[in-house]
Structure formats: C-alpha cells, structure tokens
C-alpha cells in the first residue's frame, strides 16, 4: 500500500489497467486450452465445447468493456462523454428496433437521438450537475409528447410515447450517469475518477456473478414467474451482498471509507440486480428472449443486455454518492 500511494495518479491508473487486461488474458487463454484439452469421450468432449461457446460471448463483453474503459480514460473527460454517448445512440437503436412504431412516429425519435441525447451528454461533459440531473426527468418528458401530438397521429398515443420515454430513460438518462461518475469532484481525489467507475463496474460484476451462480446452485422461488423463473429475492439477497462486500473491499481506491464504500456498493447492487427483472418484464412484453438480434442494423447485437444493470445502478450510485457528500452541483 505505501509502494502504492508513491506512485503518480496516472501510474495507479496504468496499474489498474494492466491487472485489468492480464487477468482478462490469463482467463481467456485459460479458457481456451481447457476447451482444447482431449477427454476419452466424446459425451465427455461435449461440455467443454459447450462450456466454452457459453462463456464466449460474456468474455468479449468483459474484453470489450475494458477496452471502452481504457479508451474513456485515455481519451479525457470529452472522449470520455462522447464515447459513452455513442453507446447510449446504439443501446436507444437496439431498444427502439425490437419495439413497434408508427411513421407518426419518427420525428418524436429525430428528438430523441439527435436532440435529447446529444444535449444530455453535453451536459455531463460540461459538468453541468443540476440540470443534467432533471433534463430528461423533465424537459424531455414534456417535449417528446408535444412532438408526437403535433404529428397528429393518436392511435395508442399514450403507449407509443411511454415505450420512447422508457427507452430514452434506461439508454441515455441511466447510462449518462456512468460518464458524470468519472467527472465526480472530490476534495484531494482530482483525476482519479477512473478508479470511481472502475469501482462500479466491479461492484455490479461481482453482483450479476454471484447471483447467477445462487440461481444455478441453489433451488429456485421465483417472486415473477412469469416475467422470470430464475429471479428470485434469495438470489438478489445473495448478488446484492456480494457486490456491497466486493465495494467495502475496494474502498482503497476511492474516496470513500470502508463502510461508506460498503453501503453505496449495497445500494448500486440492489438497483442493479433490481433493473436486470425489469428489463426481463420489458423483454417479455415485446415477445422476445434477447434484445439483440442477427439481423440487427446497428450491428450492436445484445448490446443492451450487456448494459442493462449499469444503466440503473449508474443513477442510483451517482446521486446517492453526490447527496451523501454534498458535492457542488454546476460546472466549475
């Protein structure tokens, strides 16, 4: 811990980053071989290939989000933004294409990508804090509606316009939070808001992780059959606890104490593992199992399945820590 308080902010996050991409590559190369390694059978060949296909897809999601990571804090707090907001325009496109709606439609989603979005994001690059926080709450409900009527369409007005508000809300207003964490200012911790989001992302791994090995391990009690026969609070408890004890062991790397790091894990985890059944039931309600598909023009296939927990927790985690320590608002 000394050796590690001499070194340079920028060192500490080169550090960070090379354990980060070294665990990565000792487990994919590990990976790999295992799923190479010949057995007498082929009955016993069979789920290693299995095992292997099944872990491909969340191994380049781990291996795409830190490269997004490295390449949001090389490319400083404007990058940073810009970046984030490209995955908010591809997350807003993946959710609106599995949706229905109308040619009346499409110039309340003109706003919504081309207005909305880029103004959002500009303000969390401009660390404009009290009014990035109610833009969308606010401005952005009001004027999405006004748009539609004005096309003069009101055929299921009321559902079409929920479905863009909610898609609007989870894509670029939740995921808007993970950038405005790196631009947190914190007395004494300037530049070290990558350790920040870094602490997020690890919370809510170590959270989706454990509840998934409690839905597999243990025996089931669904609260939400018919939205999800995996879910179950038992699973939750145990997801939410294990993030809030991975963020209390991390507290070293943020500005937080370990109990304070304890409880804002706790809350992020909770919100995440919460956000994951809701996007189940907004799955289940378009008739699909995944959000992404082959077919997609976006090319970003999943992308939202990928993001889904981030984009709850990142709110929940941005305004309980900014409240807590009654950080400045507005842009300095």
């Known amino acids: 811990m000394g050796w590690l308080k001499q070194l340079t902010t920028s060192e500490q996050v080169a550090l960070l980053f090379v354990v980060l991409f070294g665990f990565l590559m000792l487990l994919s190369i590990g990976l790999f071989l295992n799923s190479l390694r010949e057995r007498p059978l082929e009955d016993a060949r069979r789920p290693s290939r299995l095992s292997w296909e099944r872990v491909r897809p969340d191994l380049r999601a781990a291996w795409v989000g830190g490269c997004m990571f490295w390449a949001a804090w090389i490319s400083g ?11 908010s325009f591809l997350a807003l496109r993946e959710f609106i294409t599995m949706l229905h709606t109308q040619r009346s439609d499409h110039r309340t989603l003109i706003v919504a990508f081309f207005l909305l979005l880029p103004v959002q994001y500009m303000l969390c690059g401009t660390r404009f804090f009290d009014l990035f926080t109610v833009f969308l709450p606010v401005y952005g409900f009001l004027v999405l509606p006004i748009v539609s009527a004005l096309a003069d369409d009101p055929h299921r007005f009321l559902e079409r316009n929920a479905k863009i508000q909610w898609g609007v809300m989870v894509c670029v207003y939740g995921l808007s939070h993970a950038p405005a964490v790196l631009l947190l200012d914190f007395p004494g911790y300037t530049g070290r808001g990558a350790f920040l989001l870094f602490f997020l992302v690890m919370v809510m791994a170590a959270s989706q992780i454990a509840q998934e090995i409690a839905r597999r391990s243990l025996r089931n009690r669904p609260i939400a059959r018919r939205i999800s026969r995996s879910f179950s609070m038992r699973a939750w408890w145990i997801g939410t606890l294990a993030g809030a004890f991975t963020g209390g062991l991390l507290y070293w790397i943020t500005p937080f104490k370990a109990g304070q790091a304890f409880v804002m894990a706790l809350l992020a985890a909770g919100a995440g593992g919460f956000g994951g059944l809701v996007m189940r039931a907004l ?50």
């Not at 707090?77 to 984030?84: D, E, K, R, S, V």
């Not at 939202?304 to 507005?330: E, K, M, T």
């Open 77 to 87: 707090p404007l990058g940073a933004t810009a970046l984030f907001a490209l995955c």
């Open 283 to 332: 799955k289940k309600d378009a008739g699909m199992r995944y959000w992404g598909n082959r077919s997609s023009i976006t090319g970003a296939v999943g992308l939202l399945d990928r993001i889904a927990v981030l984009c709850f927790a990142a709110p929940v985690f941005f305004h309980s820590v900014r409240w807590y320590f009654q950080l400045p608002l507005g842009s300095r």
